[in-house]
């Protein structure tokens, strides 16, 4: 029993000390672009370094001018991850392949290692 509870707390130690983390860090290769789908007035309350504002009420008019190469690798974020969602359905029925929901504004600079911009 001494034994068991030892180990559970070593697993338990771990786990909190991030060790393990099942949350991995992204890196965009050079030509991938980080869309940012939310407002205008969202973006000017901080975005990711280097990304594109594209909201995502423009996106089906804009992303042809934007992005050219549907095989381009694409991050999209918003404000919590659902209208990056909707954006990936949007731009799969456009033709784009290579899309990736990072989720909302702070969980992509969690996973790209990005700093917020104001």
Same mark, same amino acid.
Not at 14 to 28: N, Q
Not at 69 to 86: H, L
């Given at each position: 029993?001494?034994?068991?509870?030892?180990?559970?707390?070593?697993?338990i130690?771990?786990?909190?000390?991030?060790?393990c983390?099942t949350?991995?860090?992204?890196?965009?290769?050079?030509?991938?672009?980080?869309?940012?789908?939310?407002?205008?007035?969202?973006?000017?309350? &901080? #975005?990711?370094?280097?990304?594109v +504002?594209?909201? =995502?009420?423009?996106?089906e008019? *804009?992303?042809?001018?934007? /992005?050219p190469?549907?095989?381009?690798?694409?991050?999209?974020?918003?404000?919590?991850?659902?209208?990056?969602?909707?954006?990936?359905?949007?731009?799969?029925?456009? &033709? #784009?392949?290579?899309?990736?929901? +990072?989720?909302? =504004?702070?969980?992509?600079?969690? *996973?790209?290692?990005?700093? /917020?911009?104001?």
């Amino acid at each position: 029993m001494k034994a068991l509870l030892s180990i559970l707390s070593g697993i338990i130690l771990l786990a909190v000390s991030g060790c393990c983390s099942t949350e991995s860090k992204i890196s965009m290769g050079n030509n991938a672009v980080l869309l940012d789908v939310r407002t205008p007035e969202e973006h000017k309350s &901080g #975005y990711l370094e280097g990304a594109v +504002l594209l909201p =995502l009420a423009e996106l089906e008019s *804009k992303t042809v001018n934007k /992005i050219p190469d549907k095989n381009t690798p694409i991050y999209i974020y918003c404000r919590s991850g659902r209208r990056a969602g909707t954006a990936i359905e949007k731009l799969k029925a456009m &033709g #784009y392949t290579d899309l990736h929901n +990072l989720g909302g =504004l702070k969980d992509a600079r969690k *996973k790209l290692n990005i700093p /917020i911009k104001k």
